[in-house]
Structure formats: C-alpha cells, structure tokens
C-alpha cells in the first residue's frame, strides 16, 4: 500500500512475535502487523479480488505469493506451539527459536552438514558446497545466516533432533516438529 508510513520503536521480543508469523520472505513488518491486527478483529475480513488468487493444485486456490502448506504444521518448544503454514516454515521457526534461546546455536549447527551440504551457513553458497548452483534454494533465517529450505518432512524432522541435542534439548519432549498434531 502507498500510505504514508511513520517509524516505530519495538522491544526484541516483539519483533521476534511479528518475525514469527511471518508467512514469505518478501511480506513485510507491515503486512504482517496489518495482517494480525485484522485476524484478531471479530468482524468478517473483507473477500479479497478473485486475481489475488491463484491455483495450487485440482480445486485448490490460494493467495498470491501465499506460501503453499499441506497439513496444519506446528513447532513445539518449551511448551509453546507456533503454528506454521508448512515444514519450511517450521523449520525456520525452529530455528529461530533456538537460536534465539541458544546463542552459540547456529555457529554449532553451522560446524553440522550432510553429505553434500551444510544446515546453515554465513552465504547462500556456502551451504551447498560444490554444488553451488543450488544456492536459489538458500533462504534467509537471520540477519547474515541462511538455510537450505529445498527439504522433505524426513529431512527436518532428522535435522530438528541434531539442533535439539546441540542447544542440549531433548526432541519428543522439550522439542518437537508436528505436522497435523503427529510429530514428524
């Protein structure tokens, strides 16, 4: 929207909320806010233009630039859920909420990688290696860190439990990633 805008001063923990419901990269404080402030009004949200809409699959709309989502995916931690649009995004949550918690959290997670890739990294390519190519999969997480977020559900679930035992977490108990409320 182009209306006139006006800077505001947040505390952390309320930038980390709007940073949590964040559903793409490229929505903004605004939207997000907005977005909130309109889901928590009682009154019907107005039926947006059929063009903001487009098709996923057989019969399925979303809106445009909406991430897509199957399942109602959810992060538990510290006996908070966060409810998530997808796995990406859960994971994403995941991981901010660690690193949040745990400081030292994603230079640990850093030193971790697969095969053929790192879990986190300081640049895009840095993830994939010698398969750098694969850095338009890269996402950012942080200010200055990004994740691979080209993952099945196995490949978060199985990377949840190495960042649960790095911040020294338990996964099943202090730490769990769900997908319509099954732990995955």
């Known amino acids: 929207m182009g209306g006139q805008r006006r800077a505001i001063e947040i ?34 949200a107005p039926v947006p233009d059929a063009t903001a ?27 908070r859920r966060i409810p998530a649009a997808n796995a990406k995004q859960a994971y ?21 990688q697969g095969r053929s890739r790192r879990f986190v990294a300081r640049t895009p390519a840095a993830l994939y290696g ?25 490949r978060v679930a199985r990377l949840a439990r190495i960042a649960a035992r790095l911040c020294g977490l338990h996964y099943g108990s202090d730490v769990r990633v769900l997908d319509n409320v099954r732990e995955i």
Do not use: C, Q
């Open 11 to 44: 505390e952390m923990d309320v930038h980390h909320a709007i940073e949590r419901a964040r559903l793409a990269v490229g929505e903004s404080e605004n939207d997000i806010l907005r977005r909130l402030l309109r889901a928590g009004r009682a009154r019907a």
């Open 92 to 112: 994403r949550i995941l991981l901010r909420e660690l690193a949040t918690a745990h400081p030292h959290f994603l230079e640990a997670f850093a030193e971790e």
């Open 53 to 79: 809409f487009s098709a996923t699959g057989p019969g399925a709309i979303r809106p445009r630039g909406a991430p897509r989502g199957r399942g109602l995916w959810s992060v538990e931690i510290g006996g």
């Open 130 to 154: 010698k398969s750098a190519h694969l850095a338009r999969h890269a996402e950012p997480l942080l200010e200055g860190w990004y994740f691979d977020s080209n993952l099945s559900a196995a």
